[in-house]
């Protein structure tokens, strides 16, 4: 695919930008370090590093903004992001396309602009690290080098972060990183009153598989079962590898029902995985499966998770290879 088609490739360009689930997050050190240097060197009072989702852009960091996220529509970074090179307004009430936004008119009365866009290892421009001022402004060459330095660090910072929450074995997310990702979501779903739920699964017998067939089949197993799930999930959904044999997704705007049918969506996959031993024999994988959604107030991330197992442990006893949903939920 070349570079142009990157630019247009909405949905691709979605998925990347979840792939590193720092949407809603909490503010890191690194992240904010460049918008502070950003804010020094080039000594302009607002910049941000700025994530384009579907519908909103959200700030990772800023210096000078009172708001974490503004809608997509209004937002410079949208027009960015259609961009290899760094964009630069250098009075947006001169430019037709921004004479009469909201950020230009009101606060924060953006008068210039440069954004360099954050662009993925695979080409996917993700958001931008912008650089604003409230005054009319030229940036010269050497203040778009630096900026353009600068977003590439943003980027790096984004892979390391994204492999320091990966599990070795499967590439799914870790346990902290599932549990933060999920904290994130609630906080979300609470906040625009919408549904969200977790689904906990555990592959059936699985040291009768080790035992039967050794450890590097149970790892392949393993593999093999987080990437069948992997496979059928939204760019949305995310897995996690609990511990050991168990694994937890993550399901926003699910409700109980939709949980459930994307449960068994991933059981069915589970079940249609054709694995064999290292002498060839044919190594059978099902799992048990128990969803949960959002409930009162209290609930965390851990609450839903033991919700989810209990509806599991149902699952177990009935027989295994099968969904149930928590009775309470």
């Known amino acids: 695919m070349i570079a142009d088609e990157k630019l247009t490739d909405e949905e691709a360009r979605i998925r990347a930008l979840r792939r590193y689930r720092v949407l809603d997050t909490e503010t890191e050190k690194p992240f904010e370090k460049i918008v502070g240097l950003v804010e020094q060197i080039l000594n302009v009072p607002i910049c941000a590093v700025s994530l384009v989702d ?19 529509d209004i937002s410079f970074c949208t027009h960015a992001i259609q961009t290899p090179e760094p964009m630069i307004v250098q009075d947006a009430q001169q430019d037709p396309r921004f004479a009469a936004n909201p ?7 953006i008068r210039s602009y440069a954004g360099a866009p954050l ?67 609630i906080s979300r779903a609470r906040r625009h009153d919408r549904p969200m739920a977790v689904a906990l699964f555990d592959i059936d017998r699985f040291k009768a598989i080790n035992d039967s067939f050794g450890h590097p089949t ?16 939204r760019a949305t959904q995310t897995i996690g590898r ?11 705007e699910c409700d ?19 694995i064999r031993s290292d002498a060839g024999a044919p190594c059978p994988v099902t799992a ?3 969803v949960a959604t959002l409930g009162g107030p209290g609930d965390d991330a851990e609450v839903l998770v033991a919700q989810a197992d209990a509806a599991l442990y149902r699952a177990k006893n009935a027989g295994r290879n099968r969904v149930e949903a928590c009775a309470t939920a």
Do not use: M
């Not at 950020?103 to 009365?109: I, R, Y």
């Not at 590439?152 to 933060?180: F, I, K």
């Not at 459930?260 to 249609?272: G, K, L, P, S, Y």
């Open 103 to 109: 950020l230009v008119t009101g606060a924060p009365h």
């Open 54 to 72: 579907s519908d909103r852009q959200w700030f990772k960091a800023s210096r000078g903004l009172e708001v974490c996220e503004t809608r997509r």
């Open 256 to 274: 109980l029902s939709a949980a459930a049918t994307v449960a068994e969506r991933c059981r069915q996959a589970i079940e249609a995985l054709e």
């Open 119 to 185: 662009q993925t290892p695979e080409g996917y421009n993700v958001g931008s690290l912008c650089a604003i001022d409230v005054k009319p402004r030229a940036f010269p060459d050497s203040e778009i080098a630096i900026l353009s330095n600068f977003a590439n660090l943003v980027v790096e910072e984004l892979e390391l972060r994204l492999a320091a929450s990966s599990d070795l074995l499967t590439g799914v997310l870790t346990r902290r990183a599932w549990r933060d990702g999920a904290e994130a979501e």
């Open 242 to 252: 609990w511990g050991g044999e168990e694994f937890a997704i993550l399901l926003p």
């Open 288 to 290: 048990s499966f128990g």
């Open 218 to 233: 149970g790892d392949r197993v393993i593999q093999a079962v987080s990437a069948a799930c992997a496979d059928v999930l």
